[in-house]
């Protein structure tokens, strides 16, 4: 017995129309995104963007799923060697040649979306650029595994066939998630195989595909705040994340927005439709 969701056609309208909201948080952002800013100034741009346009709610502030501190902000900013839940901070100021994950989740109408991307800021290193490049190209393999037949493990599967020959390594302590009505559902989606069975796809399943690709080796390390990840080896860490619904077919993407870049040319199940 399964406990993932399967959503019905109305559910996942709903989800497309929160997710193209939560994609569009990150179009909002993106100028803003400069050397010189701090991350908490764009954690504030994009809270009053979330409430005051998208009239939706954070699902990041306030956020406890354990019983550990609540998360403090509205967004997650993390940079260089952080792998995630990097908490916007006055004190960080992005600088030339960082790269930056921005993670917005929002909820509105009882629905979650939840997508993230990188930036480079200003002139691009060399082993920055590789890296974000070679992230988005790990998200796309894993989402490209996904139809009915397929399972979960092909995720894992592809992500780690398309890094392993660029000496990349992927973090293995989170993953992707079922969302829908909550936040973090059902399945946990892994980006490297794994030797449990795990589910087929099915048509109306919506999880994130979100691998968090680091330039060394996979190792993850705590900060005492509570919720920043960082790189053992202080190596940089990149992620990219989209939500991914099972069709009949194949797949579709929900987190679909004018400024969210083309897919790579070899993705064969999804087009980035025109904004005209
Ligand atoms: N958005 C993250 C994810 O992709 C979760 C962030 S939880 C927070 O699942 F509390 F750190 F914001
Ligand atoms: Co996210
Ligand atoms: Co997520």
């Known amino acids: 017995m399964s406990k993932i969701t399967i959503h019905t056609a109305d559910e996942i309208e709903a989800m497309r129309r929160v997710g193209a909201e939560a994609a569009d948080l990150l179009d909002f952002i993106t100028p803003y995104v400069k050397a010189g800013v701090s991350t908490l100034s764009l954690d504030d741009l994009m809270l009053d963007y979330t409430v005051n346009t ?29 792998i995630c839940h990097g908490i916007p901070s006055e004190k960080k ?12 989740t929002i909820e509105k ?16 290193t060399i082993a920055g650029k590789r890296l974000v490049e070679a992230t988005w190209g790990c998200m796309w393999a894993g989402i490209e595994a996904v139809r009915p037949g397929n399972c979960f493990n092909d995720i894992g599967i592809a992500c780690q066939k398309f890094v392993k020959p660029l000496g990349l390594s992927i973090v293995h302590e989170y993953g992707g998630h079922g969302i829908g009505r ?23 399943m919506i999880f994130t595909v979100e691998p968090m690709v680091n330039a060394g080796k996979r190792h993850i ?9 960082v790189t053992k080896d202080r190596s940089l860490s990149a992620q990219w994340e989209l939500e991914v619904v099972v069709t009949e077919t194949g797949y579709d993407i929900l987190t ?14 999804w087009k980035k439709p025109s904004f005209a």
Do not use: Q
């Open 54 to 82: 998208l009239k939706a709610k954070s699902a990041c502030l306030g956020y406890n799923p354990g019983n550990g501190v609540p998360y403090p902000r509205a967004t997650c900013i993390s940079v260089n060697n952080v």
């Open 93 to 104: 100021i992005l600088k030339n040649g960082d790269i930056v994950n921005i993670d917005v």
């Open 109 to 124: 109408d009882g629905f979650f979306g939840d997508n993230s991307r990188m930036f480079i800021i200003g002139k691009p």
């Open 256 to 269: 679909v927005s004018k400024g969210m870049p083309e897919p790579p040319e070899w993705v064969k199940g």
């Open 221 to 229: 390390m705590d900060l005492n705040d509570g919720w920043t990840v």
């Open 182 to 204: 909550v936040f973090h559902g059902e399945p946990h989606v892994c980006h490297v195989p794994i030797s449990m069975p795990t589910a087929r796809f099915e048509p109306g």
